[in-house]
């Protein structure tokens, strides 16, 4: 087994290990935590295939985590006020159901992310970040005007979304979902990353221009990686959402996109553990220093800058090694 792989079994079973160990010593708020390391890894797995994988570079992924969370709080307040979402002959009803929620939360930020991929990979560098933030901050704005869901002021969902089987309101069986669908994300991308669609998304981010020599669309094959992307991405929404019982404009802010940006930097760019490693360090320092001083960022800050200057791999490449392994 290589180093990597052993740094990689390790961050997962530590990421299993500690709400088990809560659960069993009736700790439930350390649950809550492990459960939203979870789901901010999967917000940050989306965006490792179009930053780590892909080269882009996006300062907008907040908006499919917001999408993902609105489609969560749409369909969900519609069911708890017995009100359809659209009168018409074909009556539209909300949903208390994570699967259907989860499915429409998928399908809503694979179909945004077509949209704005289409228009933003046709910049590169930082024209492409700065457009990405814009339509960031465009769903962000709509957000604080849309007074049908709460405006400014968001949306509370009174009872948590049901799953066949389980009780979500349990927070071990929570976690276990949100566990779950990371471990799915994870498989997924290891997968992506050996199939001929990464390997050839690899090279058009190395060089584009021999890419392009051989036949292979590059604009294509990023456009299909930026939708994947901000189809997991919607997917965390939904779960970070349903966690809260909450949804607000504040999910589509751009310091949620630079959030998700830093747990990858920190766990390690194109490390397929990176994410959880990330998340889980900023979690960590959020409830340890949140606790000792609210400009606790300054810390983070710091321990970013150290990163970037001296552990360009993030905290997997220190512990595993230099080479990028998606094992």
Request: contains cysteine; neutral net charge.
């Amino acid at each position: 087994m290589s180093r990597e792989r052993m740094v990689n079994a390790a961050l997962l079973a530590l990421l299993l290990g500690v709400p088990l160990w809560a659960w069993a010593t009736d700790e439930p708020f350390t649950i809550t935590l492990a459960t939203r390391v979870a789901i901010l890894a999967l917000a940050g797995v989306g965006l490792n295939i179009a930053l780590g994988l892909g080269g882009l570079v996006s300062l907008g992924h907040a908006a499919f985590f917001g999408i993902g969370g609105y489609a969560m709080g749409i369909l969900a307040s519609h069911a708890q006020s017995y009100t359809p979402l659209m009168e018409s002959p074909f009556l539209l009803e909300g949903t208390k159901s994570m699967p259907v929620i989860w499915l429409v939360a998928l399908l809503a930020s694979a179909l945004a992310a077509l949209v704005i991929g289409a228009l933003s990979l046709r910049t590169s560098g930082v024209y492409f970040i700065m457009i990405t933030l814009a339509f960031g901050q465009m769903l962000y704005f709509f957000s604080i005007s849309w007074p049908a869901y709460g405006g400014e002021d968001g949306l509370s969902i009174y009872v948590r979304n049901g799953f066949p089987g389980l009780n979500t309101l349990d927070p071990i069986q929570f976690f276990a979902l949100c566990f779950g669908c990371l471990a799915a994300a994870l498989w997924f991308n290891a997968r992506l990353v050996r199939s001929p669609f990464g390997l050839a998304l690899n090279a058009a981010r190395q060089s584009p221009e021999r890419v392009e020599t051989v036949g292979l669309g590059t604009f294509r094959l990023r456009l299909v990686a930026f939708v994947i992307s901000g189809a997991i991405t919607g997917l965390a929404g939904a779960l970070f959402a349903d966690l809260n019982r909450f949804v607000s404009p504040s999910m589509f802010s751009w310091q949620m996109s630079g959030e998700i940006m830093v747990f990858v930097i920190l766990g390690g760019v194109g490390r397929l553990y990176g994410p959880v490693a990330g998340a889980a360090l900023f979690i960590t320092l959020e409830h340890v220093l949140g606790g000792i001083s609210p400009f606790w960022h300054v810390w983070l800050g710091f321990l970013l800058l150290l990163v970037v200057l001296f552990a360009r791999g993030g905290v997997v490449g220190l512990l595993a090694g230099r080479r990028v392994a998606h094992d």
